[in-house]
Structures are given as C-alpha cells and as structure tokens.
C-alpha cells in the first residue's frame, strides 16, 4: 500500500490542523493506521493509531483530548485533527499502515515497529 500524507503547513499555537493520510495500491480497511512525528534532534514518536475498523483509537499521553484520529475506508483515507497545538507538536508527521495480527496486545500499536508501510512526512510548524 502506497500512503501519502498532506495537510501541514504553520499554524500560531492555539490553532488547529487537520492531517489526511491518503492510501492506494491495497484494501485500506485491512490495515491499522497510525501516526507519528519526529521532531529536529529528536526520536520518531507514537501520535495516535486507529484500528482497521476504527473501533478502537490509541493515543500518546501528550496529545490525549487535544488530536482525534478517525479513518474514512470508503474513502481510502485517514485523518489526524489537531487542536489546541503548542510549539512542542513542531514536528514533521507520518502516517502508516499495519497489518495486525490475530491477537495483539495493547501496546502494538505504539511502536513503529508494528507497521509495514509508510508515507512520506508532512511538515507541522507551530508558532508561539
């Protein structure tokens, strides 16, 4: 699956963006998505992620009642919408995808090594 990630751009801090996650090349509903950053300087870092069937959402402590992920699968296309941003979610975004297996504990989706497919980033600046 090909993923391509759009959206970003500068926002002032206290404004709100809205990522979309486009796929193509397979079933996007067989696939957990996720997102995540990686700020200058810093490691790439769990966002949010979204299960195939967007029953279930998981989200990193620092962006939990402020980023909602939601997913579209007749649309192919998953969306992150950040509110409420602060200089500290400068960072570029990336979306992938993941085949999940069977069973899976609570915490797969939180590493990015759980996911198969990624797209390029999309680059989030918040000014303060």
């Known amino acids: 699956v090909q993923l391509q990630a759009s959206g970003g751009g500068l926002v002032q801090a206290g404004g709100s963006l809205r990522l979309s996650c486009a796929a193509s090349?397979?079933?996007?509903?067989?696939?957990?998505m996720g997102w995540f950053r990686q700020a200058p300087g810093k490691e790439r870092e769990f966002v949010a992620a979204?299960?195939?069937?967007?029953?279930?959402?998981y989200y990193a402590d620092s962006v939990k009642g402020r980023f909602t992920i939601s997913r579209d699968n007749v649309k192919n296309t998953g969306y992150l919408q950040m509110n409420s941003l602060n200089p500290e979610d400068t960072a570029v975004y990336y979306c992938?995808?993941?085949?999940?297996?069977?069973?899976?504990?609570?915490?797969?989706?939180?590493?990015?090594?759980?996911?198969?497919?990624w797209g390029q980033g999309t680059q989030v600046t918040v000014s303060s």
């Open positions: 979204i299960s195939w069937s967007g029953s279930s959402s």
């Open positions: 992938a995808a993941s085949v999940p297996p069977t069973y899976y504990s609570n915490n797969y989706y939180y590493t990015g090594l759980s996911y198969d497919y």
């Open positions: 090349g397979r079933t996007f509903s067989s696939y957990g």
